[in-house]
T-cell receptor, first 114, second 115 residues
Framework: AQSVTQPDIHITVSEGASLELRCNYS??????LFWYVQSPGQGLQLLLK??????LVQGIKGFEAEFKRSQSSFNLRKPSVHWSDAAEYFC????????????FGAGTILRVKS | EPEVTQTPSHQVTQMGQEVILRCVPI?????FYWYRQILGQKVEFLVS????????KSEIFDDQFSVERPDGSNFTLKIRSTKLEDSAMYFC?????????????FGPGTRLTVL
């Protein structure tokens, strides 16, 4: 069955430290991959997306993600976290054969300590 | 920058009542979606809509739910007879064209509380 797994429900990092949020998917084909961020009271904002080509993609707010086909992963990274990055992060996948829908992971809540 | 808007931000209703959640998608977008997120759970796809008809729906989207584009700007989700388990955050999204590879722009959500 199609699934997206974000194994970490909560992560706490110190401001200025590096960050990696994990995402794994289980599909037969390579899906289209997305990372969204949700701040409290806000909608879902797209950070970055991967369709094809270079497996390291750059996004907004200094985030990047790397697609690793062999590991079925699309982990999100940031070299230096800012307090304003505290939010919930969602990995999502889409498959053309499943039409328009996105399938989301459960989310990872990021806390930043000063 | 254009954005998806949703009203109301919070709706409280009694079980069995009908509710209509409203969304204004981005003006040049052609595909519209509803997702929901029950507290503490994943964001789940409900329905997609194009050219005045449903193009795909999930098993959650049963006969209690309906969607409509009543005019050129609004996109609504109606829940006919609300149940306690309908309490959730409902997100509207829109995209320019079809295909899950196209970015879906999400609204801020409507929090529905069914008492």
């Amino acid at each position: 069955a199609q699934s997206v797994t974000q194994p970490d429900i909560h992560i706490t990092v110190s401001e200025g430290a590096s960050l990696e949020l994990r995402c794994n998917y289980s599909y037969g084909a390579t899906p289209y991959l997305f990372w969204y961020v949700q701040s409290p009271g806000q909608g879902l904002q797209l950070l970055l997306k991967y369709f094809s080509g270079d497996t390291l993609v750059q996004g907004i707010k200094g985030f990047e993600a790397e697609f690793k086909r062999s590991q079925s992963s699309f982990n999100l990274r940031k070299p230096s976290v800012h307090w304003s990055d505290a939010a919930e992060y969602f990995c999502a996948v889409g498959l053309s054969e499943y039409g328009n829908k996105l399938v989301f992971g459960a989310g990872t809540i990021l806390r930043v300590k000063s | 920058e254009p954005e998806v808007t949703q009203t109301p931000s919070h709706q409280v209703t009694q079980m069995g009542q009908e509710v209509i959640l409203r969304c204004v998608p981005i003006s040049n977008h052609l595909y519209f979606y509803w997702y929901r997120q029950i507290l503490g759970q994943k964001v789940e796809f409900l329905v997609s809509f194009y050219n005045n008809e449903i193009s795909e729906k999930s098993e959650i989207f049963d006969d209690q739910f309906s969607v409509e584009r009543p005019d050129g700007s609004n996109f609504t989700l109606k829940i006919r007879s609300t149940k306690l388990e309908d309490s959730a955050m409902y997100f509207c999204a829109s995209s320019v064209v079809r295909g899950s590879y196209n970015e879906q722009f999400f609204g801020p959500g409507t929090r529905l509380t069914v008492l």
